[in-house]
């Protein structure tokens, strides 16, 4: 986005989920200015192929205020009620019940992204591909400290793989994702391995020095 836009995206991390409407919550008006008071704005429904739906809202600001730090959260309507308070983690202070984001305006500051949970980022989730192509799997695994990582086909006649290795049929290694994983979180990045798979036992082994 240009310098003084901003994008936010709510990712519920579920493939279904039933909100009648979400709203980004931002202290600041409509002109883009710091305020003391909320302001709402209506976030778009985003459906992507093989993936979860999110929500998105771009939010342009005064570029005065590049340096400065704003304030935002996301607001729900379903069946849990109206203006539902969509972020899940409180701030840090145990003095406070407050549940909002902050970040800094900057010359193209990167997306706000809040995930409700991380069912879509870790562990197997199914991946589309091109129209003819058979689905994908990703494995997707938080290994902090992690220097490699692999995964790792387990022979399934014996469905149980060692710690020397006895049981595995072949191990593949994944890939570090250097990607944000989330404001409320601190992680080294993802380890991802994209294949095609079908009735195969599967492991990952974590390999740390």
């Known amino acids: 986005m240009a310098s003084g836009s901003v994008t936010f995206e709510y990712h519920p991390g579920l493939a279904e989920f039933h909100f009648d409407a979400v709203r980004l919550c931002g202290k600041w008006d409509d002109q883009g200015n710091l305020s003391a ?34 304030v935002w959260g996301v607001q729900t309507d379903g069946p849990a009620g109206m203006s539902v308070r969509g972020i899940a983690a409180e701030v840090d202070d145990v003095a406070s019940a407050d549940s909002s984001i902050a970040f800094t ?21 199914r991946v589309g591909r091109e129209v003819g192509a058979p689905d994908a799997v990703s494995f997707n695994v938080w290994a902090l400290n992690a220097q490699k990582v692999s995964l790792v086909l387990a022979d399934k006649s014996i469905g149980y793989v060692a710690d020397d290795g006895t049981g595995t049929t072949h191990t593949f290694e994944m890939s570090k994702q250097s990607d944000d994983l989330e404001h409320h979180y601190i992680c080294a990045g993802t380890f991802r391995l994209v294949r095609s798979c079908s009735g195969l036992q599967l492991h990952v082994s974590c390999h740390q020095g």
């Open 105 to 125: 305006l900057q010359d193209n500051t990167p997306p706000q992204r809040y995930f409700l949970t991380w069912c879509a980022r870790l562990g197997v989730n």
């Open 37 to 70: 008071d909320w302001s709402f704005t209506a976030m778009q429904r985003v459906s992507e192929s093989g993936q979860p739906s999110y929500w998105r809202a771009d939010v342009s600001f005064a570029d005065r205020f590049c340096g400065m730090t704003f």
